[in-house]
């Protein structure tokens, strides 16, 4: 069966934007309610148990991942037996995987309040409050969780997107009301439990319904479980290494900055990631198809499309990172207040780090569709070790406080992730010179910089505050770099393909 790669794709980013959408305005309505209520330090606190238990997932070992990869032949040839055979694997898998979780969870108690430097709320219990995080992460595992598998490998995540916007809509209204008139945070995390719960429930019952001719049952060959157990530990030091450096970081903020600069952070760190989600729904959006495309067309084909992509992509990451370049501290200002906000170097530093996260997205993203995971087991792992490292040194030693945690990362991912993943892919999936691609890459990282120059030097001179500046300088961060991007790029082929595509998805030009 060879799945309609281009409609499935368009559905899911265009149902994947409406609740990227929703998930940015309703969790920023009942974030901002949340400093307004709680204060900076619950706000950190929930950031340090969220890094915590993400630690804890590891223990998920990149499982999900290797079964829909493992959907994607069976998939495509019809293979319903097989199909059955493994999401029963999967099942049996994530019970054991929820049950390590609650067990780890469990042994790290009593060392939470080690992790925690400076002063803690003194109406809470620490110790409830992790344990009811853990226990919405070992239910996320044990409730049905396996089924989302189909989803994902059939391309349909636009019904997990529809799923996700009517649970999100009952979450956050509840959690605000709470929060307005009780103020409660214990009642807040009860709240995202019993959501977790539904949400897992409610997708069970859609994708019985969906895909009736598949069920939990049979069993795979030790040969196939065995290379599904290989996958497995190869996406390992993947998760292993996106977890450290996505968490380690809090946790470093935590023990020797405190829980306030935390909440600082992941104030700014909240704005990077919305946009970032948008960008990732490209990403998963055609991830399997991606995948059914490598198992169907041509080399030369598959590398032209990734060439197409690349380009969309960077050009999306250009507009943005000249966006939080001469929006972020406008906005802060408006959302925090002064005395909530760092200086500009921290700004610029975030624009760069999330360049280089999102450039390397692109690269992860077909790695993961044509399964080279062995190949790449060693880079996530020695990235985020060298993160780690750096984040300890640069703040305990050296003492350069948040400068620190964000320069180990950007050097963590120019140094060892980044030229690592090119080589990977360029000698293992597409088989030739990976040369004039990096060229192209250093080309538009300096295309990027020059508008990033121009745009904020052009934003510093106007005149007026508040609102009206943020739509000012919002104004001149879509006119400015999308016009100079026209000019450099538009006799490429890139260009041209990505314009064709662009009109097929929206159904322009006739």
Request: hydrophobic fraction near 50%; glycine fraction near 6%.
């Given at each position: 069966?060879?799945?309609?790669?281009?409609?499935?794709?368009?559905?899911?980013?265009?149902?994947?934007?409406?609740?990227?959408?929703?998930?940015?305005?309703?969790?920023?309505?009942?974030?901002?309610?949340?400093?307004?209520?709680?204060?900076?330090?619950?706000?950190?606190?929930?950031?340090?148990?969220?890094?915590?238990?993400?630690?804890?997932?590891?223990?998920?070992?990149?499982?999900?991942?290797?079964?829909?990869?493992?959907?994607?032949?069976?998939i495509a040839e019809d293979n319903k037996e097989k199909?059955?055979?493994?999401?029963?694997?999967?099942?049996?898998?994530?019970?054991?995987?929820?049950?390590?979780?609650?067990?780890?969870?469990?042994?790290?108690?009593?060392?939470?309040?080690?992790?925690?430097?400076?002063?803690?709320?003194?109406?809470?219990?620490?110790?409830?409050?992790?344990?009811?995080?853990?226990?919405?992460?070992?239910?996320?595992?044990?409730?049905?969780?396996?089924?989302?598998?189909?989803?994902?490998?059939?391309?349909?995540?636009?019904?997990?997107?529809?799923?996700?916007?009517?649970?999100?809509?009952?979450?956050?209204?509840?959690?605000?009301?709470?929060?307005?008139?009780?103020?409660?945070?214990?009642?807040?995390?009860?709240?995202?439990?019993?959501?977790?719960?539904?949400?897992?429930?409610?997708?069970?019952?859609?994708?019985?319904?969906?895909?009736?001719?598949?069920?939990?049952?049979?069993?795979?060959?030790?040969?196939?479980?065995?290379?599904?157990?290989?996958?497995?530990?190869?996406?390992?030091?993947?998760?292993?290494?996106?977890?450290?450096?996505?968490?380690?970081?809090?946790?470093?903020?935590?023990?020797?900055?405190?829980?306030?600069?935390?909440?600082?952070?992941?104030?700014?760190?909240?704005?990077?990631?919305?946009?970032?989600?948008?960008?990732?729904?490209?990403?998963?959006?055609?991830?399997?198809?991606?995948?059914?495309?490598?198992?169907?067309?041509?080399?030369?084909?598959?590398?032209?499309?990734?060439?197409?992509?690349?380009?969309?992509?960077?050009?999306?990451?250009?507009?943005?990172?000249?966006?939080?370049?001469?929006?972020?501290?406008?906005?802060?200002?408006?959302?925090?207040?002064?005395?909530?906000?760092?200086?500009?170097?921290?700004?610029?530093?975030?624009?760069?780090?999330?360049?280089?996260?999102?450039?390397?997205?692109?690269?992860?993203?077909?790695?993961?569709?044509?399964?080279?995971?062995?190949?790449?087991?060693?880079?996530?792992?020695?990235?985020?070790?060298?993160?780690?490292?750096?984040?300890?040194?640069?703040?305990?030693?050296?003492?350069?406080?948040?400068?620190?945690?964000?320069?180990?990362?950007?050097?963590?991912?120019?140094?060892?992730?980044?030229?690592?993943?090119?080589?990977?892919?360029?000698?293992?999936?597409?088989?030739?010179?990976?040369?004039?691609?990096?060229?192209?890459?250093?080309?538009?990282?300096?295309?990027?910089?020059?508008?990033?120059?121009?745009?904020?030097?052009?934003?510093?001179?106007?005149?007026?505050?508040?609102?009206?500046?943020?739509?000012?300088?919002?104004?001149?961060?879509?006119?400015?770099?999308?016009?100079?991007?026209?000019?450099?790029?538009?006799?490429?082929?890139?260009?041209?393909?990505?314009?064709?595509m662009v009109k097929r998805v929206f159904h322009l030009?006739?």
């Amino acid at each position: 069966m060879k799945i309609e790669r281009t409609k499935n794709a368009t559905r899911n980013i265009f149902f994947g934007v409406a609740v990227k959408i929703y998930q940015i305005l309703g969790p920023f309505v009942l974030r901002t309610i949340f400093i307004y209520t709680l204060g900076m330090e619950y706000l950190g606190l929930n950031s340090l148990f969220t890094s915590v238990l993400s630690v804890l997932n590891l223990v998920e070992l990149g499982v999900g991942s290797a079964m829909v990869f493992s959907m994607y032949k069976p998939i495509a040839e019809d293979n319903k037996e097989k199909i059955c055979a493994l999401m029963a694997l999967y099942r049996f898998y994530y019970r054991i995987i929820g049950l390590v979780i609650l067990v780890l969870g469990l042994i790290i108690l009593p060392f939470v309040p080690k992790l925690i430097t400076g002063t803690v709320p003194e109406d809470i219990n620490i110790y409830i409050l992790y344990l009811l995080n853990l226990s919405a992460t070992v239910l996320s595992y044990w409730l049905f969780a396996y089924k989302n598998s189909l989803l994902s490998a059939h391309q349909r995540n636009d019904i997990s997107s529809k799923i996700t916007l009517i649970i999100s809509t009952i979450q956050y209204v509840i959690q605000a009301v709470l929060l307005i008139l009780v103020g409660n945070y214990y009642l807040y995390l009860v709240v995202t439990i019993m959501t977790t719960v539904l949400t897992n429930i409610i997708t069970s019952i859609i994708v019985t319904k969906k895909y009736p001719q598949y069920k939990a049952k049979g069993k795979l060959d030790k040969k196939e479980i065995s290379t599904i157990n290989h996958r497995v530990m190869d996406l390992f030091t993947a998760r292993l290494g996106g977890v450290v450096v996505n968490s380690a970081d809090s946790i470093v903020i935590s023990a020797f900055l405190g829980l306030t600069l935390l909440g600082m952070y992941n104030n700014y760190y909240y704005i990077l990631s919305s946009v970032m989600g948008f960008i990732s729904i490209i990403f998963n959006s055609c991830m399997a198809g991606i995948g059914n495309s490598l198992v169907t067309e041509s080399l030369d084909k598959n590398y032209k499309d990734f060439r197409v992509m690349t380009f969309v992509v960077t050009w999306l990451i250009h507009i943005s990172t000249v966006c939080f370049l001469c929006l972020y501290q406008p906005f802060m200002y408006m959302w925090v207040g002064k005395e909530n906000m760092f200086d500009m170097l921290v700004v610029i530093m975030f624009c760069i780090y999330f360049y280089v996260c999102e450039l390397s997205m692109i690269w992860a993203t077909y790695k993961d569709a044509g399964g080279i995971w062995h190949e790449d087991r060693f880079r996530p792992l020695i990235g985020a070790t060298v993160n780690l490292i750096l984040n300890i040194f640069f703040v305990k030693v050296i003492e350069i406080g948040m400068y620190g945690i964000l320069l180990s990362t950007i050097v963590s991912y120019v140094c060892i992730s980044m030229p690592w993943l090119i080589n990977n892919l360029f000698k293992i999936m597409f088989k030739r010179n990976y040369r004039e691609y990096v060229f192209e890459t250093i080309k538009h990282m300096f295309w990027t910089a020059i508008s990033c120059g121009i745009t904020y030097g052009i934003c510093s001179m106007v005149p007026v505050t508040g609102i009206t500046q943020i739509v000012l300088n919002f104004i001149m961060c879509m006119t400015i770099p999308n016009l100079l991007l026209y000019i450099v790029f538009r006799k490429t082929e890139e260009f041209k393909c990505a314009l064709g595509m662009v009109k097929r998805v929206f159904h322009l030009g006739g």
